[in-house]
């Protein structure tokens, strides 16, 4: 427990001395008073109501893409300050330490996309759909995460990892204006998955069960198996 309450410690001084953290951190607040004040005088001004859908979706991922990159950059940067090491060694270990890592930006997407759903979104979804995109989003902060500190040898690489993994956030534009079934194709990245409820046509339980258990095994897959090359890497 003295390790978590240190990490955490540690966490809000790097977030408050770092200003590209901080901006990860407050990203979605801002972005959702962006959602619900200024994009209905957009869709008014431009006529955007028949996309209401895809900006639903598009916005919404970007609140798991900002607070992934940001728990990836603390994790780079303890990675090169040989802080991962330390905690190896204490009883937190090194699971231990990846487990919080993991879970801090999952709870936050939690929090941001609880408000984004009920407050901000064009588009009201059901309560179940709600539930599915919450749970996929949860576990898609960790899995950007893992990309980061899995791939990248050091920040300056995560940062340009960080540009090139952003552009996921453009898989529902793959949804709306590819027809079925070649987007499908797109199912093999896990935005796909809560980008496809905002974006199903009308409302049927099979679709959404089908949609939200198919893409919870894909994010589940994916975070198996970066966690493994991180861990592998931190041997």
Known sequence: MKSVFHLIKGDMKQIYRDPMLLISLIGPLLLILLVRFILPFATAQFALGAYNGLLASFFIL????????????????ERDDKMIDYFAVTPLSKQGYLLYRLLL?????VLYGYIYLEWASPVALPILDKLLVTVMLAMEAPI????????AANKIEGLALSKGVGLVVFV?????????????????LPTFWPAKLFLIEGVHLM???????????????????LSKRFLRKTD
């Open 144 to 151: 950007i995460c893992l990309f980061l500190v899995a791939i």
């Open 207 to 225: 679709n959404s069960l089908f949609i939200g258990v198919l893409g919870a095994g894909i994010h589940i897959f994916y975070i198996i198996q």
């Open 172 to 188: 529902p534009f793959i949804i709306y204006f590819v027809s079925e079934p070649w987007n499908w194709a797109g199912g093999i």
């Open 62 to 77: 970007l609140i798991p893409l900002l607070l992934g990159i940001m728990a990836g950059f603390i994790m780079l940067d």
């Open 105 to 109: 930006p999952g709870v936050l997407t």
